[in-house]
Nanobody, 126 residues
């Protein structure tokens, strides 16, 4: 069974930076490197939205337009961890950030992601 645990959220001022992490644990038959990984976020009163995704080997990435140029997704297949580096943060980036695992790379749809973490809160003050 796959488990995802996010960490690194917190309170930051607008213009600041934050890095959130997601640790993956699975069985012999569910290795981290066999999954594409994604980050989503959900603000109060809004639907969950796609933020970024990265392919199995980390070569390919894709971002939502709202974060392109400010956020960077990366992964370490030795540490079984995916990261989201967030720079130039804005108050509208305030949300619970979730990591998720998918069998195929490229999807921006949450329903394509099979496993989800519990989320970590990111709050950006103005």
């Amino acid at each position: 069974q796959v488990q995802l645990v996010e960490s690194g959220g917190g309170l930051v001022q607008a213009g600041g930076s934050l890095r959130v992490s997601c640790a993956f644990s699975g069985s012999t038959f569910s290795s981290f490197s066999s999954y594409a990984m994604g980050w989503f976020r959900q603000a109060p009163g809004k639907e969950r939205e796609f933020v970024a995704t990265i392919s199995w080997g980390g070569v390919s990435t894709n971002y939502a337009d709202s974060v392109k140029g400010r956020f960077t997704i990366s992964r370490d297949n030795v540490k079984n961890t995916v990261y989201l580096q967030m720079n130039s943060l804005k108050p509208e980036d305030t949300a619970v950030y979730y990591c998720a695992a998918a069998a195929k790379y490229g999807s921006t749809w949450s329903r394509e992601y099979r496993y989800w973490g519990q989320g970590t809160q990111v709050t950006v003050s103005s």
